[in-house]
């Protein structure tokens, strides 16, 4: 049987369309993997012990960098606001892949001790790891970091002993791998990150906290989980994660603007704001990193609350905290 000129065209067409597809994975599984070419910054560890100890309290307090780099085991004491060993965590399980939370200590073999100073800096504000290959977008809210909250912390990670613990790991499904290829690119200072920011309890330096150092926007706002793109307006919150201690669940991210029917906080006095992150961990597996968060000075949380308050509010109704499972959700 002779195929005619529409059987011919049709053939063409269903070649094409299985052959571009295919041949867009290939080239993601080759393309994912490449050097991503971004700057390195400019900073350098001291030994300061003024330096080091404000690099202690961001790593222990509002960067948050123990409530990820910490073993589960370790878990109980940290939300107690105890410091507990930076040798590494069980990571994050996304969509696309699975990343380990790795050994934060100058150990040479699983930690930082062959990592340079620029390395772990551009890991920080730009998401291109020791490798020189983009990582997902977990911590693109430190790209802003000022300078010298930036060698705080280099200081402090460098000051600690030694310990063996996490390796750096990325388990990358094939979905992670068209993502990295095509869609993820590195993330970048929105303008130039100062050289030092005096800490007071202003709403402007509150809004440093808010987005850079404790990076609430990052949770407080709607994501997409396969690209990192927001898609809710910042601090409006609707980020589901997943409750481990009632499957079938998520925690919500609630609404952190002064809108007054739907923000969560609107009607919270300052005092009141403050004594709620004093108390820490109240509900089990809540995904806030209270542990951290109740170590921040008082002057840093109430800049906090000024400058969410600031805030022009949005009406965004994302139901109870913990609420049935639908979509995406992170953890």
Not at 90 to 116: C, F, K, Q
Not at 170 to 195: C, E, M, S, W
Not at 222 to 245: C, D, I, M
């Amino acid at each position: 049987m002779r195929i005619g000129n529409v059987g011919r065209v049709l053939l063409v067409v269903v070649g094409v369309l299985v052959a571009v597809p295919a041949i867009a994975v290939v080239v993601a599984l080759v393309r994912y993997d490449r050097a991503r070419s971004v700057p390195m910054p400019d900073v350098h560890a001291v030994t300061d012990p003024a330096v080091i100890a404000r690099g202690r309290y961001l790593v222990y307090g509002p960067a948050r960098c123990a409530d990820c780099h910490t073993p589960d085991d370790a878990r109980p004491q940290l939300f107690k606001g105890e410091e507990v060993p930076l040798t590494g965590g069980p990571g994050e399980h996304t969509y696309i892949g699975t990343w380990s939370a790795p050994n934060l200590t100058p150990d040479p073999v699983t930690g930082l001790g062959r990592v340079s100073d620029g390395e772990i800096a551009r890991m920080l504000r730009y998401g291109v790891n020791r490798r020189g290959r983009i990582a997902p977008p977990f911590m693109d809210s430190y790209a802003n970091l000022a300078d010298d909250d930036l060698v705080a912390i280099l200081s402090y990670l460098r000051s600690i002993p030694s310990e063996t613990g996490t390796p750096p790991d990325a388990r990358i499904n094939l979905l992670g791998k068209i993502t990295l290829a095509y869609f993820l690119d590195p993330y970048a200072p929105t303008k130039t990150p100062p050289v030092h920011l005096a800490p007071d309890a202003s709403a402007a330096y509150g809004s440093y906290i808010a987005n850079t150092l404790a990076g609430c926007r990052t949770c407080h706002t709607a994501r997409n989980l396969e690209t990192g793109a927001y898609t809710s307006p910042p601090f409006s919150g609707g980020l589901a994660f997943h409750s481990r201690l009632h499957p079938g669940q998520v925690y919500v991210s609630p609404n952190l603007t002064p809108d007054p029917a739907t923000g969560h906080i609107t009607a919270w006095p300052e005092d009141g704001f403050v004594a709620r992150f004093r108390a820490g961990l109240l509900i089990p597996d809540s995904p806030m990193p209270w542990g951290s968060f109740r170590r921040m000075s008082d002057d840093d949380l109430r800049a906090v609350y000024r400058y969410l308050q600031s805030l022009a509010p949005v009406h965004h109704d994302v139901g109870p905290v913990l609420q049935a499972e639908h979509g995406q959700a992170a953890g």
